[in-house]
């Protein structure tokens, strides 16, 4: 029998893992809820609300074909333990991880537990990125090798365990098979992201026909980009889709797109049909490149497992203290840094699970260079607040948006020059922060500059209903940018950026254009 270990792929199709165990004989199906994966200090209940409703379709998925969901609650390895003094288990069929460094240890613990069991443990890659990568240099073949690849076939039956083997399975393990359960309420939430299945290729499906015309362009409009992103994220993280499902979906549309643009004549009444099959193009590369971008930066994560925790270049661990400023860090999390923009963003994630990516960078530059935050603890507050927290992302863009890779362009964002290209009309910082939405747009870049009478007519002032800037901006702009250039130079002369680029940068951008 094979134990089919479910993580963070709760999907049955294009799962390798899946398809060798039931091609091998009967299938065991597991996924363990683990305590310590529950309370860890970058977990929220937003997490466990969207793998819930993943497991739900899963269940019905699985029952249907055959081999029931076990669902223990335990400690790895301990559960696969008490499974096999149960079952005539003979292997353990697998995707790859790269999760948090809790997950890390745990899969250390059950690979060598196996090997003191004499149990098989085939483990599958599950996305782009490569396990025990050698050199960066090749790895973009090797990703377009992965998504360009046959995906794996689903199987329609799967033969499970027999009724009298279960019986002898504690009865806690086995999963109710109830798929009708409502979406459950996440405390202080609106407009939560539903996970399973179904919604996945909903949204692909909505995306790539509908949806995603002017992704390319509106990608970074905090309001616009709601529709126009893919909203894939949190179903890549917790796989109820594959990225390379995602990839030769897009790859088929944009072949699509292509055969109708060559059908078009080219009159001029046929000129608005033919910019718009244009915009669709560019939007699918815009897509593709994205995908890729994922798995580039995960493999950062998978190919040093700790810079979950400290700098990839040393030289800047002692900028910040891991002691944050405890009211800096609150004001920034609850939305009142007297910066609109800001404020609308940290509101609107808690409530919703989800920023587009141009807001993330925003925040946590904010966090970073205004607010001289260190990264790790700001990250923690948005790692629990992200719907789609994917470590090996949300960790190196974390570090790179605080300017502490050594390689990357240091950038600061100026939250009042992003409102006034990414909000211009004010709509999102009216919706976030109702407190100022009677202030003419003029007035939202920098409403502490309102003359007083100005606030006073809109029955509203600010200092009391809307907090003043917590610091100053200019001041705190030309800090955090002499600082961490100064660093950044002495990182290049030190030949730690070398070392950083060598081990984890992009080989389309060469060294030195990369750490200018």
């Known amino acids: 029998m094979q134990l089919l270990w479910f993580k963070r792929d709760l999907r049955l199709h294009d799962h390798a893992p899946l398809a060798a165990a039931a091609a091998a004989g009967r299938v065991l199906p597991v996924y363990v809820h683990e305590p310590e994966l529950l309370t860890t200090t970058d977990h929220d209940p937003r997490h466990a609300a969207f793998v819930e409703e ?153 995306f790539l026909q509908e949806r995603g015309e002017h992704y390319r362009v509106a990608m970074s409009s905090p309001s616009e980009a709601i529709d126009a992103c893919s909203r894939l994220s949190p179903h890549l993280t917790w796989g109820t889709l ?50 890729e971008w994922r798995d580039h930066f995960i493999q950062k994560l998978e190919s040093e497992p700790a810079l979950e925790y400290r700098s990839y270049a040393p030289i800047f661990d002692n900028v910040w203290s891991l002691e944050p400023d405890a009211e800096r860090l609150d004001a920034w999390r609850e939305g009142r840094t007297g910066y609109p923009l800001v404020d609308a963003c940290m509101r609107s994630v808690h409530a919703t699970g989800w920023l587009t990516f141009r807001m ?18 700001a990250g923690l507050v948005l790692a629990r607040a992200f719907t789609d927290y994917e470590p090996g992302i949300h960790w190196m863009q974390c ?10 362009t240091i950038r600061i964002y100026n939250p009042i020059k992003q409102a006034a290209e990414h909000d211009a009309a004010g709509d999102f910082v009216r919706r976030w922060v109702p407190e100022l939405s009677a202030l003419p747009t003029a007035d939202l870049l920098r409403p ?69």
């Open 448 to 516: 502490w500059d309102a003359p007083p009478l100005m606030q006073q007519m809109h029955g509203m002032h600010i200092g009391r209903d809307y907090p003043r800037p917590i610091v100053p901006h200019e001041a705190s702009y030309t800090h955090a940018r002499d600082t961490l250039h100064t660093l950044k130079q002495a990182a290049q002369q030190q030949g730690v950026s070398r070392r950083v680029w060598q081990q984890h940068g992009s080989r389309k951008t060469p060294f030195n254009a990369s750490t200018r």
């Open 54 to 206: 993943c497991l739900q379709e899963l269940r019905v998925a699985l029952a249907e074909r055959g081999a029931p969901l076990l669902e223990p609650h335990g400690v790895l390895p301990d559960v696969f333990e008490a499974l096999c003094e149960q079952l005539p288990i003979t292997a353990i069929y697998a995707h790859e991880e790269c999760g948090n460094g809790t997950s890390y240890a745990r899969d250390r613990r059950v690979r060598a537990w196996a090997r003191r069991r004499g149990l098989a443990m085939h483990e599958f890659q599950g996305s782009g990125v490569v396990r025990r990568l050698a050199s960066r240099d090749g790895w973009h073949e090797q990703w377009l090798q992965h998504v360009r690849a046959p995906r794996a076939a689903t199987p329609l039956r799967i033969t499970g365990a027999t009724a009298d083997e279960l019986s002898r399975v504690p009865q806690q393990f086995v999963a109710p098979r109830n798929a009708s359960t409502p979406p459950m309420h996440v405390p202080g939430m609106v407009e939560r992201q539903t996970g399973g299945r179904t919604h996945a290729e909903r949204l692909l499906g909505s």
């Open 242 to 291: 594959s990225v390379r499902e995602a990839y030769q979906a897009a790859r088929g549309r944009a072949a699509q797109l292509r055969d109708e643009l060559k059908g078009l004549g080219r009159t001029a009444s046929n000129l608005s049909q033919r910019e718009t099959l244009a915009r669709w193009q560019q939007s699918l590369v815009s897509f593709a490149s994205r995908i």
């Open 360 to 377: 993330r960078a925003m925040v946590m530059s904010f966090a970073s260079h205004y607010l001289w935050l260190h990264w790790r603890p």
């Open 399 to 408: 570090q790179m948006q605080a300017g502490v890779t050594g390689i990357n």
